[in-house]
């Protein structure tokens, strides 16, 4: 069994940062993609940032210039580097990791919550 999981959240000021981590546990699995998503009251769950094993990235516009997604070495850890916190980052952040292998398969962490104050 494979678990994500995710630390690092909290409650930040404007203008500050938090560091996001997420660790794969169980046996020992290679993944493709790893990525961040996020789900605010009320919205649906949207992707914050991807990174692929190759080091491809892609972040949403909303987050561009302000967000840095890092995996560790071993490539089953994934960072979120959160700067320049706004109130509308405030959510729920979610780990994601989706396997080479054919068929894939995706798993979730169980989310942390990040609070962002005005």
């Known amino acids: 069994q494979v678990q994500l999981v995710e630390s690092g959240g909290g409650l930040v000021q404007a203008g500050g940062s938090l560091r996001l981590a997420c660790a794969a546990s169980?046996?020992?699995?290679?993944?493709?993609?790893m990525a961040w998503y996020r789900q605010a009251p009320g919205k649906q769950r949207e992707l914050v940032a991807v990174m692929t094993s190759a080091g491809t990235t892609n972040y949403a516009d909303s987050v561009k210039g302000r967000f840095t997604i890092s995996r560790g070495n071993g490539m089953n850890t994934v960072h979120l580097q959160m700067n320049s916190l706004k109130p509308e980052d405030t959510a729920v952040y979610f780990c994601?990791?989706?396997?080479?292998?054919?068929?894939?398969?995706?798993?979730w962490g169980q989310g942390t919550r990040v609070t962002v104050s005005s």
């Open positions: 169980g046996r020992s699995l290679s993944f493709n993609h």
């Open positions: 994601n990791a989706v396997t080479m292998s054919v068929p894939s398969t995706t798993y």
